[in-house]
T-cell receptor
Framework: AQKVTQAQTEISVVEKEDVTLDCVYE???????LFWYKQPPSGELVFLIR??????QNEISGRYSWNFQKSTSSFNFTITASQVVDSAVYFC????????????FGTGTQLKVEL | KAGVTQTPRYLIKTRGQQVTLSCSPI?????VSWYQQTPGQGLQFLFE???????NKGNFPGRFSGRQFSNSRSEMNVSTLELGDSALYLC???????????????FGEGSRLTVL
């Protein structure tokens, strides 16, 4: 069975601070996909990134970066120089090969960025 | 490009009633997935439809059902509503092709169902 754990329920930071959101996953499959989604107060989830299990290269997109480590089954997300607009709930998710769009989500981390 | 549209946005029902929720995907998207979001259980996958066929199903009772029409629009139905069905129901669309876009979902704002 798949499982995604986001141990941080809520994080509060001051604008311009860096913040890392942790994600640990469990799966028996050797081929799987990992995701991060953002849910702003309006409710709709916004896709941020997808990684497959064979690609452990870290990725950077503007102020966002992701660190994927198979050895520790972790897929952490870092926001550099956080901004108030980054305030949202962030979800890590996992899908297995052949699972289509059936994602297993973590419980989410509420990020609050204050001035 | 219009996003995913869900209707109604809010609704209140009583126990035992049934409800139908509608989802219009992004134009050109053939896959529609449904998720239930509650404070206690978080985000849980209900089902996915692709080209009018159910492609995946989550662990929900048979009271939860769905369908997809030839224009890719989808509906989900919950019969014999229970208090625990109160939730935000999110619809997500995608191109639906296996491979590089799998899991890259475009979500609607959801339909918030309250069961009294």
């Amino acid at each position: 069975a798949q499982k995604v754990t986001q141990a941080q329920t809520e994080i509060s930071v001051v604008e311009k601070e860096d913040v890392t959101l942790d994600c640990v996953y469990e799966t028996r499959d050797t081929t799987y996909y990992l995701f991060w989604y953002k849910q702003p107060p309006s409710g709709e989830l916004v896709f941020l990134i997808r990684r497959n299990s064979f690609d452990e290269q870290n990725e950077i997109s503007g102020r966002y970066s992701w660190n994927f480590q198979k050895s520790t089954s972790s897929f952490n997300f870092t926001i550099t120089a956080s901004q108030v607009v980054d305030s949202a709930v962030y979800f890590c998710a996992l899908s297995e090969l052949g699972g289509g769009n059936k994602l297993t989500f973590g419980t989410g981390t509420q990020l609050k960025v204050e001035l | 490009k219009a996003g995913v549209t869900q209707t109604p946005r809010y609704l209140i029902k009583t126990r035992g009633q049934q409800v139908t929720l509608s989802c219009s995907p992004i134009s050109g998207h053939r896959s529609v997935s449904w998720y239930q979001q509650t404070p206690g259980q978080g985000l849980q996958f209900l089902f996915e439809y692709f080209s009018e066929t159910q492609r995946n199903k989550g662990n929900f009772p048979g009271r939860f059902s769905g369908r997809q029409f030839s224009n890719s629009r989808s509906e989900m139905n919950v019969s014999t509503l229970e208090l625990g069905d109160s939730a935000l129901y999110l619809c997500a669309s995608s191109l639906g092709l296996a491979g590089t876009n799998t899991g890259e979902l475009f979500f609607g704002e959801g339909s918030r169902l309250t069961v009294l």
